[in-house]
């Protein structure tokens, strides 16, 4: 059995661009009947502490991945993914999945990106400046040619740090950052709307991430 634990490692191992072809692969084979998939379930307890579940498999491999959460002690805790042979069900990975889920979230959106928005789509705004929106940054830069990206959050002083650490350009507003882009996608938790539509020009993409937990 391989461990693989260090968030470095998975990055190294799972370059942007060779991600978003592999969502191209993944997104085709479920079109096609190829896979099992198994929707997230969650476990919850009375003390708010969440089991978060889910599994599918496709041709030699099946998987699962498993995290827990409390929003009262630290929100969400480790992800992992457990890695199977489809034909023996032997075990053959243990892999620390927080950055593996990042980089799978980000070249999904990019995927799209590649068959929804325009070719020379060059201003990007991104809604949030947690980790989620790191990776759709990394994945939109290698999907489309793009020339601006514009960042803006809740917390001035974390879009500014977003800012400075992504080579992007902080906004006062989302209002500023939306206007005039090619690209906008969502990164955050929010279980409102953060955007507005006449802020929206005809022909934009957009990739809505918010809050995954139902009212």
């Not at 042979?85 to 892999?95: C, H, N, R, S, V």
Request: charged share 20%; net charge positive.
């Amino acid at each position: 059995h391989r461990r693989i634990g260090k968030r470095g490692g998975i990055a190294r191992l799972l370059p942007m661009r060779a991600c978003i072809d592999q969502m191209r692969l993944a997104f085709e084979a479920i079109r096609d009947g190829k896979t099992i998939n198994q929707p997230r379930r969650r476990l919850i307890l009375p003390s708010g502490s969440v089991l978060h579940q889910m599994a599918g498999s496709w041709g030699k491999y099946f998987a699962t991945k498993i995290y827990s959460s409390n929003i009262r002690h630290g929100g969400l805790h480790e992800m992992f993914v457990l890695l199977y042979d489809a034909e023996t069900g032997k075990p053959l990975a243990f892999i620390e999945a927080l950055q593996l889920s990042l980089i799978r979230t980000g070249a999904a959106s990019a995927y799209a990106a590649e068959l929804l928005s325009n070719p020379e789509a060059e201003i990007m705004a991104i809604i949030g400046s947690g980790a989620q929106a790191r990776t759709q940054v990394e994945a939109m830069r290698a999907a489309r040619p793009l020339k601006e990206i514009r960042v803006w959050s809740r917390s001035s002083a974390n879009a500014q740090q977003f800012a400075a650490e992504m080579d992007c350009i902080a906004t006062e507003t989302a209002e500023q950052a939306v206007r005039g882009a090619h690209i906008v996608v969502t990164a955050t938790t929010a279980k409102d709307p953060l955007i507005a539509a006449e802020w929206v020009e005809p022909g934009t993409f957009i990739a809505a991430m918010g809050s995954n937990i139902a009212n």
